[in-house]
């Protein structure tokens, strides 16, 4: 690990002005995936932001009947909280997904955000990755490619986004609020936060440099189903290899009226197409006529097609137990 130096601000305001005052400055919560990335030199901040004390751990109700959550609850306490288990159940389902439970006691909301790909050739230091050093070409492309994209990848990237809690919140259109070292704050709907790669990987939010997230926004419950399945190779401490978070609402007939679906693991953020949404209401819960707008344009990598009649195969189960099929 490179030598950095470190501050402890005591405001929101402080914390931006110390990011926008020195180049090369990361902002530090709970440091799960930032600690690991600074020991393999993936990351060499040269000075480090601790926003641990900043106040920012609350979860708060919204005049809209909605949630605000602060950019430092822990994972493991927003799984727990009785308001998302009650009327946003996708979130907590998909928190205990993730990780491991010493794990989601230290990670944060916007960590849990923020966090980078898994892309082992990302990690190793010695393979190209235009992530890593832009220009430097892409070794996953023509590698091991099991975790890797299938839908929105470019020619200089394949990664996918990790985060099983991202997944959920853009089923629930959640949002991010920023403030920047100017003061200014500014609201981003989750489904523009993440970007995909296209020619600039290395770019992976809409976060201006010393941008800093203060609370992710959440609106009024969404009636319906609320469930979460993630596809991995062990039962524990895996990413996805697919993931599918649903809230699928059902009339007093039987039939679908609404229907919310994001997908991880398939692409460089949550993967969600309205019009998959309107093929499920429209054909009354088919899942296959859901899948086939959903998987649009997916290109495998060789050792990931294996991904494409995955992703199939598992929504069909979330939408027959949300029906109760």
Same mark, same amino acid.
């Given at each position: 690990?490179?030598?950095?130096?470190?501050?402890?601000?005591?405001?929101v305001?402080?914390?931006?002005?110390?990011?926008?005052?020195?180049?090369?400055?990361?902002?530090?919560?709970?440091?799960?995936? $930032?600690?690991?990335?600074?020991?393999?030199?993936v990351?060499? +901040?040269?000075?480090l932001? =601790?926003?641990?004390? $900043?106040?920012?751990?609350?979860?708060?109700?919204?005049?809209?009947?909605?949630?605000r959550?602060?950019?430092l609850?822990?994972?493991? =306490?927003?799984? /727990?909280?009785?308001?998302? %288990?009650?009327?946003?159940?996708?979130?907590? %389902?998909?928190?205990?997904?993730g990780?491991?439970?010493?794990?989601?006691?230290?990670?944060?909301?916007?960590?849990?955000l923020?966090?980078?790909?898994?892309? *082992?050739?990302?990690?190793?230091?010695?393979? !190209?990755?235009?992530?890593?050093?832009?220009?430097?070409?892409?070794?996953?492309?023509?590698?091991?490619?099991?975790i890797?994209?299938?839908?929105?990848?470019?020619?200089?990237?394949?990664?996918?986004?990790?985060?099983d809690?991202a997944? !959920?919140?853009?089923?629930? =259109?959640?949002?991010?609020?920023?403030?920047?070292?100017?003061?200014?704050?500014?609201?981003? *709907?989750? !489904?523009?936060?993440?970007?995909?790669?296209?020619?600039?990987?290395?770019?992976?939010?809409? $976060?201006?440099?010393?941008?800093?997230?203060?609370?992710?926004?959440?609106?009024? +419950?969404?009636?319906?189903a609320? $469930?979460?399945?993630?596809?991995?190779d062990?039962?524990?401490?895996?990413?996805?290899?697919i993931?599918?978070? !649903?809230?699928?609402?059902?009339?007093?007939?039987g039939?679908v009226?609404?229907?919310?679906?994001?997908?991880?693991?398939?692409?460089?953020? *949550?993967?969600?197409v309205?019009?998959?949404?309107?093929?499920?209401?429209?054909?009354?819960? =088919?899942?296959?006529a859901?899948?086939?707008?959903?998987?649009?344009? /997916?290109?495998?990598?060789?050792?990931?097609d294996?991904?494409?009649?995955?992703t199939? %195969?598992?929504?069909?189960?979330?939408?027959a137990? /949300?029906?109760?099929?």
């Open positions: 690990m490179k030598a950095f130096t470190y501050a402890r601000p005591k405001t305001a402080e914390a931006a002005e110390m990011a926008a005052a020195k180049p090369n400055t990361r902002f530090i919560a709970g440091g799960t995936n $930032l600690l690991d990335l600074m020991k393999l030199q990351e060499t +901040p040269a000075h932001v =601790d926003v641990n004390r $900043l106040g920012l751990a609350e979860v708060t109700e919204t005049g809209d009947g909605g949630l959550v602060g950019a609850v822990r994972n493991s =306490d927003l799984a /727990a909280h009785p308001r998302i %288990r009650k009327d946003y159940a996708v979130l907590s %389902r998909a928190l205990l997904a990780a491991s439970g010493q794990l989601r006691n230290k990670a944060t909301t916007a960590g849990n923020l966090q980078r790909t898994r892309c *082992p050739y990302f990690y190793d230091t010695t393979q !190209a990755c235009n992530k890593r050093a832009p220009g430097s070409g892409c070794a996953a492309i023509g590698g091991f490619t099991r890797h994209a299938v839908l929105g990848a470019s020619d200089a990237c394949i990664a996918t986004n990790p985060s809690m997944v !959920a919140l853009r089923a629930l =259109d959640a949002a991010v609020e920023t403030v920047d070292a100017k003061g200014a704050e500014r609201t981003i *709907p989750l !489904a523009e936060f993440h970007r995909l790669p296209g020619d600039t990987p290395q770019i992976e939010t809409a $976060l201006k440099p010393g941008e800093l997230v203060t609370a992710v926004t959440l609106g009024k +419950p969404v009636p319906g609320h $469930l979460y399945r993630k596809v991995r062990r039962a524990s401490y895996a990413f996805a290899i993931s599918v978070a !649903a809230v699928i609402d059902k009339g007093p007939d039939k009226r609404a229907a919310r679906l994001a997908f991880g693991g398939l692409a460089h953020k *949550p993967w969600r309205p019009a998959a949404e309107a093929a499920l209401v429209a054909s009354n819960g =088919d899942a296959d859901a899948a086939d707008a959903v998987l649009a344009g /997916a290109k495998g990598q060789g050792t990931n294996f991904k494409i009649p995955l199939r %195969r598992t929504l069909r189960a979330v939408v137990e /949300a029906l109760g099929a």
